[in-house]
């Protein structure tokens, strides 16, 4: 196929031709042939130096945080008998960047390799490549691709901020610091609940006597303490939140809170929007799920949390939003039963007038303006709620 320069070099030897045929210069016919057959002779070179080039590609690293660098390496192999010249390689990171390279020529069973760095702004999933290499006559006339290479996915998380500090989680039972067994799917300590047998759950987990006095299968639920348990939620209605830059302050939030929680051992669940929570113990399917969040217009919140009280919980909530609405309100009381320590994160240049209901209700809040830190905040809004907690 001609390259751009070929193209170029067709049309001019076609030109020449029709000016030959208006003017009756031979000199013009003699060029233009030439520029013609020496097109005509290129595109024939590479069609019979098809190359054999096996491309492949190593990422540094296939999850980052958002402003991270990341080191991606491109791999050449000839599988030819020959040497391989003239060649372009092409590899694009989606929104991110395209990096070219040139290569002189490969000789056979040679090996080489290219390397870039791709600043990973904003957050979200990026497609990489597929990698494409293109072999060329030595003038630049003609070239043909060599199959493409393989495509892989960058994810990019949130911002996230080292937080020092928890909210203040206690229950009415001193010995495990719960007033009541709750459910917790992914198992824990030695005590337990029971509930109704569901298809794909666990044979042994069955408790039979239970079962023989209700003529119902029943499961036995492990359990974890409430003091370990939190649910982050991440408000996604699009109505609160003044701006992107308001919202993307919000993600890093809750992204930060997630991290700090189950690094320091919570058994965290996160809701960003999803029909479902997801367990934040998975940390990189959590992460992920924070990459893709959009604000959406057809949120019911209050919904949400009545399917959560359905499904029971315990420990600490803790709420991002931008400007905390009386909805937020509604779900707090809500879910107060369930989650007796609820922490609000709020993004908004001014103080909403609904704060001061949350703190009627006992709630801790953490107010930024939109792009400010949340480190600093967050320290001292749990110091001030330890020191309530200590003087009551």
Not at 288 to 317: F, H, I, N, Y
Request: net charge negative.
């Amino acid at each position: 196929m001609p390259t751009t320069r070929g193209w170029a070099l067709l049309g001019a030897g076609l030109a020449l031709l029709a000016l030959w045929w208006l003017l009756g210069d031979e000199e013009l016919l003699m060029v233009g042939a030439f520029l013609i057959i020496g097109q005509i002779a290129a595109m024939g070179f590479v069609r019979f130096h098809l190359p054999e080039i096996r491309l492949g590609r190593r990422l540094g690293a296939t999850a980052v945080h958002n402003g991270e660098t990341v080191q991606v390496t491109l791999t050449l192999h000839n599988d030819e008998g020959r040497t391989v010249r003239n060649l372009s390689v092409v590899d694009e990171v989606e929104n991110l960047g395209v990096a070219n390279f040139e290569i002189a020529g490969i000789g056979p069973g040679e090996t080489v390799s290219a390397t870039y760095r791709v600043m990973c702004r904003p957050r979200g999933v990026y497609r990489v490549g597929p990698v494409r290499a293109r072999s060329s006559d030595p003038l630049g006339l003609a070239e043909l691709p060599a199959p493409e290479g393989p495509v892989d996915n960058l994810v990019v998380y949130p911002t996230v901020e080292k937080l020092t500090g928890f909210p203040v989680v206690r229950g009415q039972d001193p010995s495990m610091a719960a007033s009541r067994p709750e459910h917790a799917q992914r198992g824990g300590e030695d005590f337990y609940t029971l509930r109704e047998y569901q298809r794909g759950d666990d044979l042994r987990r069955i408790h039979w006597p239970s079962s023989a006095r209700t003529d119902q299968l029943m499961i036995r639920q492990l359990e974890t303490p409430w003091q370990s348990r939190a649910m982050v939620l991440l408000d996604v209605r699009s109505a609160v939140y003044e701006s992107s830059d308001a919202f993307e302050t919000a993600v890093s939030g809750a992204a930060s809170v997630v991290t700090h929680l189950v690094k320091s051992g919570f058994d965290a669940d996160l809701w960003a929007g999803d029909p479902t929570a997801i367990d934040a113990t998975r940390y990189g399917a959590a992460m992920e799920r924070l990459a893709l969040v959009q604000p959406s217009s057809d949120v019911d919140l209050v919904a949400v949390a009545t399917r959560m009280r359905q499904k029971g919980g315990g420990g600490a909530l803790v709420i991002v939003t931008g400007t905390a609405d009386r909805a937020l309100v509604s779900v707090q009381q809500l879910l107060s039963r369930d989650y007796p320590t609820t922490v609000l994160l709020g993004v908004a240049s001014t103080t909403p007038q609904t704060l001061v209901g949350f703190h009627r209700l006992g709630v801790t809040t953490v107010t930024v303006s939109p792009g400010a830190d949340w480190a600093p905040k967050w320290l001292l809004s749990m110091g001030e709620a330890w020191d309530a907690a200590s003087a009551s």
